[in-house]
C-alpha cells in the first residue's frame, strides 16, 4: 500500500475476529516498530505481546471493553525513563514522544498487513503494573489489541488544516 493510502486506511478497529495472527505478520509489525526512530536513538521502550486466550477476565481489568480482549494480540508499550534521552536545556524527557513514534510505525505496519489495531490511553494503570508484573522503573503508555478487524471504518472527522497549520510565526 503507498504510504498516504496507509494513513487514510488506518482506522481504530473496535471488533475483532478471533483468527490468529500469523507468526511472520506479528514479527514484520515488531521490525517495524523496533526500526522506529527515537531520540538519539536510545529506543527507551519495551513491548510486551500478550496473548489473550484465557486471560479474558485478567486483561479486562486494564480496559473494561469486550472488545479489547477480542483479538488473539494485545501489545503493550512501556517506557523506561531512566534510558531515554533528556534535553539539557529544560530536562525535557523524550520518552513519551519515543513510544509514540514506535506506536505509529507498529499501527501503521499492522494496518499494511490486513490488521487491525486501537491506541489505548484510558486504561487503569495500577491494573497494569500488575498484570504485566512491571517493575516500578517501567512506565505503561500505551496498550493496542492486534487482530484482524469485524468491523468497517467509518467516517474519519478532522479539523480543516487551516485550524491545524501555521506558517513562519504563530
Not at 7 to 33: F, G, W
Not at 126 to 132: G, K, Q
Request: one cysteine or more; glycine letters at 4%; aromatic letters at 8%.
Amino acid at each position: 500500500m503507498e504510504i498516504f493510502e496507509l494513513i487514510e486506511a488506518r482506522y481504530s478497529v473496535r471488533a475483532y475476529t478471533s483468527q490468529p495472527v500469523e507468526d511472520e505478520k506479528l514479527h514484520k509489525i515488531l521490525r517495524a516498530a523496533q526500526m522506529a526512530p527515537t531520540a538519539a536513538n536510545r529506543q527507551p521502550f519495551q513491548l510486551i505481546v500478550i496473548h489473550t486466550a484465557g486471560r479474558e477476565q485478567e486483561l479486562g481489568r486494564i480496559y473494561h471493553r469486550a472488545w479489547f480482549v477480542q483479538a488473539p494480540l494485545i501489545i503493550a508499550a512501556c517506557v523506561i525513563s531512566s534510558q531515554a534521552w533528556v534535553r539539557e536545556s529544560d530536562r525535557f524527557n523524550a520518552r513519551l514522544v519515543d513510544i509514540a513514534i514506535v506506536m505509529d510505525h507498529l499501527i501503521l505496519a499492522a494496518t499494511d498487513l490486513g490488521l487491525g489495531t486501537c491506541w489505548i490511553a484510558a486504561f487503569n494503570v495500577a491494573a497494569a503494573r500488575e498484570v504485566l508484573g512491571l517493575p516500578p522503573e517501567v512506565e505503561p503508555v500505551i496498550f493496542t489489541p492486534l487482530g484482524y478487524p469485524a468491523d468497517q471504518p467509518g467516517p474519519k472527522a478532522r479539523k480543516p488544516l487551516a485550524e491545524l497549520v501555521r506558517y513562519e510565526k504563530w
